[in-house]
Nanobody
Framework: QVQLVESGGGLVQAGGSLRLSCAAS????????IGWFRQAPGKEREAVSC?????????WYVGSVRGRFSVSRDNSKNTVYLQMNSLKPEDTGIYYC??????????????????????WGQGTQVTVSS
């Protein structure tokens, strides 16, 4: 069955870096757009980034992480990565990866809407200390 497993979270000081992994199984991850979301305590889930399949090559980032975060794929490992640099305390939260219900492209108009995603990982905690 479709499964997504995140890893790579942890505790880091402000200004530091982390790389999150999203390992997919039960499907070919490059056949779908994959999103990254995060949820801070007491806040709603927020879209962070979306990576289209390699053939499409369009990625999106929320404004607050643009220039600091970078999303990529390793299709040989069926894995998607989120490289997070220059981390800030406000980046703290549980980070989730998710697979769109259908489609290879992250659509500009709705990539950030959680309802577009049908399969979710269990999340990995990221804590950035000041």
């Amino acid at each position: 069955q479709v499964q997504l497993v995140e890893s790579g979270g942890g505790l880091v000081q402000a200004g530091g870096s982390l790389r999150l992994s999203c390992a997919a199984s039960g499907f070919t991850s490059n056949d779908y757009a994959i999103g990254w979301f995060r949820q801070a305590p007491g806040k709603e889930r927020e879209a962070v980034s979306c990576i289209s399949s390699s053939s499409v090559g369009i990625n999106w980032y929320v404004g607050s992480v643009r220039g600091r975060f970078s999303v990529s794929r390793d299709n040989s490992k069926n894995t998607v990565y989120l490289q997070m640099n220059s981390l800030k305390p406000e980046d703290t939260g549980i980070y989730y990866c998710a697979r769109v219900i259908s489609g290879r492209a992250c659509e500009q108009s709705h990539w950030s809407s959680p309802v577009q995603y049908g399969s979710w990982g269990q999340g990995t905690q990221v804590t950035v200390s000041s």
